[in-house]
Protein backbone atom coordinates (compact mmCIF):
# COMPACT_ATOMS: atom_id res chain seq x y z
CA UNK A 1 0.00 0.00 0.00
CA UNK A 2 2.77 2.35 0.96
CA UNK A 3 4.16 1.91 -2.22
CA UNK A 4 1.48 2.69 -4.08
CA UNK A 5 1.31 6.50 -2.72
CA UNK A 6 4.97 6.84 -3.74
CA UNK A 7 5.35 8.77 -6.69
CA UNK A 8 7.67 7.19 -9.16
CA UNK A 9 10.28 9.86 -9.51
CA UNK A 10 10.31 9.96 -5.31
CA UNK A 11 10.66 6.51 -5.47
CA UNK A 12 13.63 6.37 -7.89
CA UNK A 13 15.47 9.35 -5.53
CA UNK A 14 15.15 7.31 -2.70
CA UNK A 15 16.30 4.14 -4.19
CA UNK A 16 19.31 6.48 -5.46
CA UNK A 17 20.20 7.54 -2.26
CA UNK A 18 19.67 4.15 -0.53
CA UNK A 19 22.42 2.97 -2.76
CA UNK A 20 25.16 5.39 -1.86
CA UNK A 21 24.42 3.94 1.81
CA UNK A 22 26.00 0.66 0.22
CA UNK A 23 29.85 -0.08 0.65
CA UNK A 24 32.11 1.36 -2.33
CA UNK A 25 34.64 -1.20 -1.03
CA UNK A 26 33.06 -3.60 -3.38
CA UNK A 27 32.02 -1.01 -5.91
CA UNK A 28 35.62 -0.17 -6.00
CA UNK A 29 37.40 -3.33 -6.09
CA UNK A 30 34.59 -4.30 -9.16
CA UNK A 31 35.45 -0.81 -10.75
CA UNK A 32 39.40 -1.76 -10.40
CA UNK A 33 38.65 -5.07 -12.19
CA UNK A 34 37.05 -3.38 -15.10
CA UNK A 35 33.76 -4.96 -14.45
CA UNK A 36 31.13 -3.56 -16.78
CA UNK A 37 28.66 -4.05 -14.33
CA UNK A 38 30.37 -1.84 -11.64
CA UNK A 39 30.44 0.75 -13.81
CA UNK A 40 26.38 1.08 -14.66
CA UNK A 41 26.02 0.77 -10.87
CA UNK A 42 28.46 3.70 -10.10
CA UNK A 43 26.74 5.40 -12.63
CA UNK A 44 23.29 4.25 -11.11
CA UNK A 45 24.82 5.49 -7.61
CA UNK A 46 25.92 8.72 -8.49
CA UNK A 47 25.05 9.28 -12.28
CA UNK A 48 21.89 11.33 -10.99
CA UNK A 49 23.71 13.75 -7.95
CA UNK A 50 26.76 13.99 -10.49
CA UNK A 51 24.60 15.18 -12.96
CA UNK A 52 22.42 17.88 -10.56
CA UNK A 53 25.57 19.16 -8.96
CA UNK A 54 27.39 20.00 -12.45
CA UNK A 55 24.03 21.50 -14.05
CA UNK A 56 23.68 23.59 -11.35
CA UNK A 57 27.22 24.47 -11.85
CA UNK A 58 27.42 25.07 -15.99
CA UNK A 59 23.49 25.72 -15.96
CA UNK A 60 23.51 24.74 -19.76
CA UNK A 61 22.31 20.82 -19.89
CA UNK A 62 24.24 20.25 -23.18
CA UNK A 63 27.71 21.28 -21.39
CA UNK A 64 26.52 19.04 -18.44
CA UNK A 65 26.02 16.21 -20.49
CA UNK A 66 29.48 16.24 -21.67
CA UNK A 67 30.92 17.09 -18.38
CA UNK A 68 28.45 14.14 -16.63
CA UNK A 69 30.67 11.61 -19.64
CA UNK A 70 34.08 13.56 -18.78
CA UNK A 71 33.36 13.03 -15.24
CA UNK A 72 32.84 9.07 -15.53
CA UNK A 73 35.56 8.84 -17.82
CA UNK A 74 38.15 10.23 -15.44
CA UNK A 75 36.75 8.14 -12.96
CA UNK A 76 37.33 5.14 -14.86
CA UNK A 77 40.69 5.56 -16.21
CA UNK A 78 41.92 6.48 -12.46
CA UNK A 79 40.53 3.37 -10.91
CA UNK A 80 43.60 1.79 -10.41
CA UNK A 81 45.15 4.86 -7.80
CA UNK A 82 42.05 4.76 -5.82
CA UNK A 83 42.10 2.68 -2.47
CA UNK A 84 39.47 0.14 -2.73
CA UNK A 85 39.75 -0.44 1.09
CA UNK A 86 40.07 3.11 2.17
CA UNK A 87 38.67 4.89 -0.59
CA UNK A 88 35.36 6.51 -0.42
CA UNK A 89 34.14 6.73 -3.62
CA UNK A 90 31.00 9.47 -2.91
CA UNK A 91 33.22 12.19 -1.99
CA UNK A 92 35.94 11.40 -5.03
CA UNK A 93 33.49 11.00 -7.61
CA UNK A 94 31.73 14.48 -6.22
CA UNK A 95 35.21 16.21 -6.29
CA UNK A 96 35.84 15.19 -10.04
CA UNK A 97 32.15 16.48 -11.12
CA UNK A 98 33.05 19.69 -9.18
CA UNK A 99 36.30 20.40 -10.77
CA UNK A 100 35.45 19.25 -14.28
CA UNK A 101 32.80 21.76 -13.95
CA UNK A 102 35.52 24.44 -12.66
CA UNK A 103 37.32 23.81 -15.80
CA UNK A 104 34.40 23.98 -17.78
CA UNK A 105 33.50 27.53 -16.17
CA UNK A 106 36.90 28.87 -16.09
CA UNK A 107 37.44 28.13 -19.78
CA UNK A 108 33.97 29.70 -20.93
CA UNK A 109 34.87 32.96 -19.27
CA UNK A 110 39.19 32.36 -19.51
CA UNK A 111 39.49 33.34 -15.93
CA UNK A 112 42.32 31.77 -13.92
CA UNK A 113 43.25 29.01 -16.59
CA UNK A 114 46.13 28.20 -14.90
CA UNK A 115 44.21 26.51 -12.19
CA UNK A 116 43.52 22.98 -13.75
CA UNK A 117 46.79 21.78 -12.54
CA UNK A 118 45.62 22.61 -9.16
CA UNK A 119 42.35 20.99 -9.75
CA UNK A 120 43.82 18.19 -10.69
CA UNK A 121 46.22 17.68 -8.04
CA UNK A 122 43.16 18.04 -5.44
CA UNK A 123 41.44 15.37 -7.14
CA UNK A 124 44.22 12.55 -6.56
CA UNK A 125 42.05 9.33 -5.10
CA UNK A 126 44.84 9.05 -2.88
CA UNK A 127 43.21 11.99 -1.20
CA UNK A 128 40.25 10.26 -0.65
CA UNK A 129 40.59 7.59 1.82
CA UNK A 130 39.96 6.69 5.26
CA UNK A 131 36.92 9.02 5.45
CA UNK A 132 34.05 7.88 8.13
CA UNK A 133 31.60 5.54 7.23
CA UNK A 134 28.96 6.75 4.96
CA UNK A 135 30.80 9.98 3.96
CA UNK A 136 27.22 11.04 2.29
CA UNK A 137 24.61 9.73 4.56
CA UNK A 138 21.80 10.55 5.02
CA UNK A 139 21.99 11.93 9.03
CA UNK A 140 25.21 13.75 7.78
CA UNK A 141 23.32 15.64 5.11
CA UNK A 142 20.16 16.65 6.51
CA UNK A 143 23.08 17.60 9.84
CA UNK A 144 24.94 20.05 7.17
CA UNK A 145 21.26 20.97 5.99
CA UNK A 146 20.31 22.22 9.28
CA UNK A 147 23.75 24.23 9.48
CA UNK A 148 23.53 25.75 6.25
CA UNK A 149 20.07 27.05 7.29
CA UNK A 150 21.23 28.75 10.68
CA UNK A 151 24.13 31.08 8.29
CA UNK A 152 23.33 34.38 7.26
CA UNK A 153 22.18 35.43 4.00
CA UNK A 154 25.92 36.81 3.78
CA UNK A 155 27.18 33.20 4.90
CA UNK A 156 25.08 31.39 2.79
CA UNK A 157 25.94 33.47 -0.46
CA UNK A 158 29.52 33.07 0.21
CA UNK A 159 29.29 29.39 0.42
CA UNK A 160 27.09 28.93 -2.88
CA UNK A 161 30.02 31.36 -4.69
CA UNK A 162 32.76 28.90 -3.37
CA UNK A 163 30.76 25.29 -3.76
CA UNK A 164 28.67 26.01 -6.62
CA UNK A 165 30.76 28.39 -8.68
CA UNK A 166 34.16 27.94 -7.97
CA UNK A 167 34.91 31.50 -7.18
CA UNK A 168 37.95 32.75 -4.88
CA UNK A 169 37.63 35.01 -1.65
CA UNK A 170 38.83 38.14 -4.16
CA UNK A 171 36.50 37.30 -6.37
CA UNK A 172 33.62 36.90 -4.32
CA UNK A 173 34.67 40.59 -2.15
CA UNK A 174 34.42 41.57 -6.77
CA UNK A 175 31.15 40.45 -7.48
CA UNK A 176 29.46 41.31 -3.92
CA UNK A 177 31.36 44.45 -3.81
CA UNK A 178 31.86 43.86 -0.67
CA UNK A 179 35.99 44.05 1.42
CA UNK A 180 38.27 41.34 1.13
CA UNK A 181 38.69 40.88 4.65
CA UNK A 182 34.87 40.77 5.32
CA UNK A 183 33.85 38.45 2.79
CA UNK A 184 36.57 36.41 4.57
CA UNK A 185 35.16 36.44 7.48
CA UNK A 186 32.31 35.34 6.34
CA UNK A 187 33.82 32.55 4.68
CA UNK A 188 35.66 31.25 7.28
CA UNK A 189 32.64 32.00 9.83
CA UNK A 190 30.18 29.55 7.72
CA UNK A 191 32.64 27.00 6.57
CA UNK A 192 33.11 26.82 10.94
CA UNK A 193 29.92 26.41 11.73
CA UNK A 194 29.17 23.57 8.97
CA UNK A 195 32.48 21.49 10.16
CA UNK A 196 31.54 21.93 13.40
CA UNK A 197 27.79 20.86 12.98
CA UNK A 198 29.84 17.59 11.19
CA UNK A 199 32.30 17.39 14.13
CA UNK A 200 29.62 17.51 16.84
CA UNK A 201 27.78 14.60 15.33
CA UNK A 202 30.54 12.23 14.73
CA UNK A 203 31.42 12.92 18.51
CA UNK A 204 27.87 12.11 19.67
CA UNK B 1 51.38 29.52 11.02
CA UNK B 2 50.28 26.56 13.01
CA UNK B 3 48.12 24.02 12.26
CA UNK B 4 45.54 25.70 14.10
CA UNK B 5 46.14 28.91 12.15
CA UNK B 6 45.32 27.45 9.34
CA UNK B 7 42.37 24.80 10.30
CA UNK B 8 39.41 27.36 8.75
CA UNK B 9 41.03 27.57 5.18
CA UNK B 10 41.12 24.12 4.59
CA UNK B 11 37.66 23.33 2.67
CA UNK B 12 38.94 26.37 0.63
CA UNK B 13 42.10 24.55 0.04
CA UNK B 14 40.87 21.69 -0.90
CA UNK B 15 38.55 23.75 -3.08
CA UNK B 16 40.78 25.34 -5.13
CA UNK B 17 39.76 28.89 -3.96
CA UNK B 18 42.87 29.64 -1.73
CA UNK B 19 45.97 31.80 -2.92
CA UNK B 20 48.56 33.16 -1.35
CA UNK B 21 50.61 33.06 2.43
CA UNK B 22 47.65 30.29 3.34
CA UNK B 23 48.01 28.25 0.52
CA UNK B 24 52.20 28.05 0.73
CA UNK B 25 51.58 27.51 4.48
CA UNK B 26 48.89 24.25 4.16
CA UNK B 27 51.70 22.90 0.90
CA UNK B 28 53.84 23.22 3.88
CA UNK B 29 52.54 20.85 6.41
CA UNK B 30 51.35 18.87 3.98
CA UNK B 31 54.72 17.74 2.45
CA UNK B 32 56.21 17.19 5.37
CA UNK B 33 53.42 14.69 6.02
CA UNK B 34 52.16 16.57 9.39
CA UNK B 35 49.49 14.29 10.49
CA UNK B 36 47.11 17.51 12.24
CA UNK B 37 46.72 18.98 8.89
CA UNK B 38 46.31 15.56 6.93
CA UNK B 39 43.48 15.21 9.31
CA UNK B 40 42.32 18.60 8.61
CA UNK B 41 42.10 18.38 5.34
CA UNK B 42 40.43 14.77 5.19
CA UNK B 43 37.92 16.69 7.27
CA UNK B 44 37.33 19.81 4.94
CA UNK B 45 36.91 16.79 2.10
CA UNK B 46 34.05 15.32 3.80
CA UNK B 47 32.63 19.05 4.32
CA UNK B 48 32.86 19.87 0.82
CA UNK B 49 31.78 16.35 -0.54
CA UNK B 50 28.67 16.66 1.98
CA UNK B 51 27.92 20.33 0.31
CA UNK B 52 28.20 19.24 -2.57
CA UNK B 53 25.52 16.68 -2.42
CA UNK B 54 22.87 18.83 -1.01
CA UNK B 55 22.31 20.25 -4.64
CA UNK B 56 18.50 19.80 -5.66
CA UNK B 57 19.01 16.60 -7.52
CA UNK B 58 17.26 17.24 -11.56
CA UNK B 59 16.95 13.17 -13.31
CA UNK B 60 19.48 13.75 -15.88
CA UNK B 61 18.35 12.59 -19.63
CA UNK B 62 18.63 8.62 -20.40
CA UNK B 63 21.05 9.09 -23.20
CA UNK B 64 23.75 9.88 -20.36
CA UNK B 65 23.53 6.89 -18.86
CA UNK B 66 24.33 5.16 -22.49
CA UNK B 67 27.29 8.18 -23.25
CA UNK B 68 28.55 7.35 -19.98
CA UNK B 69 28.85 3.53 -21.05
CA UNK B 70 30.09 4.36 -24.47
CA UNK B 71 32.79 6.28 -23.26
CA UNK B 72 34.37 3.62 -21.83
CA UNK B 73 33.31 1.03 -24.50
CA UNK B 74 30.32 -0.64 -22.59
CA UNK B 75 27.72 0.68 -24.71
CA UNK B 76 27.21 2.39 -28.30
CA UNK B 77 26.10 5.59 -27.65
CA UNK B 78 24.86 8.35 -30.09
CA UNK B 79 23.59 6.35 -32.68
CA UNK B 80 22.23 3.83 -30.63
CA UNK B 81 18.89 4.27 -31.45
CA UNK B 82 19.73 4.41 -35.09
CA UNK B 83 21.59 0.77 -34.34
CA UNK B 84 18.08 -0.31 -32.78
CA UNK B 85 16.29 0.81 -35.23
CA UNK B 86 18.65 -0.64 -38.21
CA UNK B 87 18.18 -4.01 -36.22
CA UNK B 88 14.21 -3.18 -35.93
CA UNK B 89 14.03 -2.51 -39.70
CA UNK B 90 16.24 -5.61 -40.72
CA UNK B 91 13.45 -8.01 -38.95
CA UNK B 92 11.03 -6.39 -40.48
CA UNK B 93 12.52 -6.69 -43.62
CA UNK B 94 12.98 -10.23 -42.92
CA UNK B 95 10.02 -11.24 -41.86
CA UNK B 96 8.62 -9.03 -44.91
CA UNK B 97 10.97 -11.18 -47.04
CA UNK B 98 10.07 -14.37 -45.45
CA UNK B 99 6.01 -13.89 -46.12
CA UNK B 100 6.99 -12.66 -49.55
CA UNK B 101 8.55 -16.42 -49.96
CA UNK B 102 6.07 -18.06 -48.82
CA UNK B 103 3.56 -16.13 -50.86
CA UNK B 104 6.11 -16.31 -54.01
CA UNK B 105 6.76 -20.64 -53.42
CA UNK B 106 3.09 -20.88 -53.02
CA UNK B 107 2.25 -18.77 -56.37
CA UNK B 108 4.98 -21.07 -58.00
CA UNK B 109 3.16 -24.25 -56.60
CA UNK B 110 0.33 -23.31 -58.17
CA UNK B 111 1.37 -21.96 -61.59
CA UNK B 112 3.41 -25.55 -61.83
CA UNK B 113 0.47 -27.36 -60.63
CA UNK B 114 -1.75 -24.86 -63.05
CA UNK B 115 0.83 -26.08 -65.88
CA UNK B 116 0.46 -29.97 -65.06
CA UNK B 117 -3.04 -29.44 -65.25
CA UNK B 118 -2.85 -27.87 -68.99
CA UNK B 119 -0.30 -30.27 -69.63
CA UNK B 120 -2.61 -33.01 -68.74
CA UNK B 121 -5.27 -31.64 -70.41
CA UNK B 122 -3.54 -30.71 -73.57
CA UNK B 123 -2.17 -34.80 -73.74
CA UNK B 124 -5.89 -35.70 -73.08
CA UNK B 125 -6.90 -33.68 -75.87
CA UNK B 126 -4.19 -35.13 -77.80
CA UNK B 127 -5.18 -38.73 -77.24
CA UNK B 128 -8.90 -37.43 -77.80
CA UNK B 129 -8.15 -36.66 -81.31
CA UNK B 130 -6.00 -39.44 -81.88
CA UNK B 131 -8.69 -41.33 -81.08
CA UNK B 132 -11.20 -39.91 -83.16
CA UNK B 133 -8.84 -40.09 -86.00
CA UNK B 134 -8.44 -43.89 -85.99
CA UNK B 135 -10.72 -45.31 -88.80
CA UNK B 136 -11.91 -47.91 -86.53
CA UNK B 137 -13.56 -46.02 -84.36
CA UNK B 138 -17.29 -46.10 -83.78
CA UNK B 139 -19.52 -43.33 -82.43
CA UNK B 140 -22.48 -43.83 -80.46
CA UNK B 141 -24.15 -40.70 -79.19
CA UNK B 142 -27.10 -40.43 -76.41
CA UNK B 143 -29.76 -38.21 -75.26
CA UNK B 144 -30.19 -37.41 -78.30
CA UNK B 145 -34.70 -36.30 -78.45
CA UNK B 146 -34.42 -36.61 -74.85
CA UNK B 147 -36.45 -33.93 -73.32
CA UNK B 148 -33.50 -33.14 -70.89
CA UNK B 149 -29.99 -32.95 -71.13
CA UNK B 150 -27.36 -34.72 -70.55
CA UNK B 151 -26.05 -35.35 -74.51
CA UNK B 152 -23.45 -36.49 -75.91
CA UNK B 153 -20.96 -39.35 -77.79
CA UNK B 154 -19.69 -42.10 -76.80
CA UNK B 155 -16.56 -42.87 -78.91
CA UNK B 156 -15.26 -46.97 -79.47
CA UNK B 157 -12.11 -48.07 -80.10
CA UNK B 158 -11.78 -51.89 -79.85
CA UNK B 159 -7.78 -51.50 -79.50
CA UNK B 160 -7.37 -48.60 -77.88
CA UNK B 161 -10.54 -47.84 -75.53
CA UNK B 162 -13.59 -45.51 -74.95
CA UNK B 163 -13.74 -41.73 -75.42
CA UNK B 164 -17.01 -40.15 -73.55
CA UNK B 165 -17.95 -36.87 -74.54
CA UNK B 166 -20.47 -35.36 -72.94
CA UNK B 167 -22.27 -32.13 -72.14
CA UNK B 168 -25.11 -30.70 -69.78
CA UNK B 169 -24.20 -33.05 -67.19
CA UNK B 170 -25.61 -31.91 -63.80
CA UNK B 171 -23.62 -30.70 -60.98
CA UNK B 172 -23.09 -32.85 -58.44
CA UNK B 173 -23.32 -33.11 -54.49
CA UNK B 174 -20.33 -32.90 -52.16
CA UNK B 175 -18.64 -36.36 -51.87
CA UNK B 176 -20.27 -37.77 -55.17
CA UNK B 177 -18.41 -38.05 -58.73
CA UNK B 178 -19.41 -39.62 -62.01
CA UNK B 179 -18.45 -43.28 -62.81
CA UNK B 180 -18.26 -44.67 -66.39
CA UNK B 181 -18.80 -48.60 -66.38
CA UNK B 182 -18.12 -51.43 -69.44
CA UNK B 183 -21.02 -53.40 -69.40
CA UNK B 184 -20.34 -56.70 -71.97
CA UNK B 185 -23.62 -58.63 -73.48
CA UNK B 186 -24.74 -61.18 -70.43
CA UNK B 187 -22.03 -60.25 -68.24
CA UNK B 188 -21.74 -57.60 -64.91
CA UNK B 189 -20.82 -53.84 -65.42
CA UNK B 190 -17.27 -53.55 -65.12
CA UNK B 191 -15.47 -50.31 -64.14
CA UNK B 192 -14.14 -47.85 -66.58
CA UNK B 193 -12.86 -44.88 -64.33
CA UNK B 194 -13.93 -42.06 -62.59
CA UNK B 195 -14.49 -37.65 -63.68
CA UNK B 196 -15.47 -35.01 -62.56
CA UNK B 197 -17.77 -32.41 -64.05
CA UNK B 198 -15.68 -29.64 -66.50
CA UNK B 199 -16.49 -26.14 -67.20
CA UNK B 200 -20.22 -25.54 -68.14
CA UNK B 201 -21.36 -28.89 -67.30
CA UNK B 202 -19.32 -30.76 -69.74
CA UNK B 203 -17.02 -33.75 -69.04
CA UNK B 204 -14.44 -35.96 -71.25
CA UNK B 205 -13.54 -39.16 -69.89
CA UNK B 206 -10.99 -41.63 -71.54
CA UNK B 207 -10.99 -45.34 -71.04
CA UNK B 208 -7.44 -46.43 -72.37
CA UNK B 209 -7.11 -50.45 -73.18
CA UNK B 210 -8.84 -53.15 -75.59
CA UNK B 211 -12.59 -53.33 -75.00
CA UNK B 212 -14.86 -55.52 -76.51
CA UNK B 213 -16.45 -54.01 -79.44
CA UNK B 214 -20.12 -54.94 -78.41
CA UNK B 215 -20.60 -53.72 -75.09
CA UNK B 216 -22.93 -51.11 -73.22
CA UNK B 217 -21.05 -47.79 -71.69
CA UNK B 218 -23.02 -46.68 -69.17
CA UNK B 219 -22.76 -43.56 -66.50
CA UNK B 220 -23.32 -43.70 -62.83
CA UNK B 221 -23.11 -40.96 -59.75
CA UNK B 222 -21.04 -42.97 -57.22
CA UNK B 223 -19.58 -42.03 -53.92
CA UNK B 224 -16.27 -40.24 -54.41
CA UNK B 225 -13.96 -43.23 -53.67
CA UNK B 226 -15.71 -45.12 -56.58
CA UNK B 227 -17.60 -48.21 -56.29
CA UNK B 228 -17.03 -51.89 -57.70
CA UNK B 229 -20.49 -51.84 -58.89
CA UNK B 230 -23.19 -49.47 -59.68
CA UNK B 231 -24.88 -48.18 -56.45
CA UNK B 232 -27.30 -45.83 -58.53
CA UNK B 233 -29.47 -45.68 -61.15
CA UNK B 234 -27.79 -45.37 -64.82
CA UNK B 235 -27.60 -41.78 -65.94
CA UNK B 236 -27.00 -42.41 -69.78
CA UNK B 237 -25.83 -45.84 -71.42
CA UNK B 238 -25.58 -46.23 -75.23
CA UNK B 239 -24.77 -49.58 -76.91
CA UNK B 240 -22.61 -50.83 -79.75
Redesign the interface.
Same mark, same amino acid.
Do not use: I, T
Given at each position: MIARLIPVSLALALLQVSLRFKDDGDLARRLRARDAGAMRELYDRYGRLVYSLILRMVRNSAAAEDLVQETFLRIWNRMQAFDQERGALGPWVLTVARNRAIDYLRSADARMSAGALELDHLEHPGRYCDFEDRALSLDRARRLKDAFEKLTPHQKTVVELAYFEGLSQTEMAERMQQPLGTVKTWVRSALKVLREQLTEAAAV | MTCEDLR??Y =??Y??????GEEKLEIDAHLARNCTVCQKY???????????????? =?????S???R? $??A? $?G?ERAGWGWAAAMAAACSLIVTLWLGVEKRTTDRELTNARATLQQTEAERGRLEQAFTFLNQPETRQVNFGQGQPTPPRGNFFLNPRMGVLLIASNLPALPAGKTYEMWVIPKGGAPRPAGLFQLGPQGSAMHILTGAVDSNVTLAVTVEPEAGSPAPTSIVLFSAGF
Open positions: - | DS =ELSLGLLDLKDALGVNALMLSQVQ =EVVPPRVRR $VMS $VM
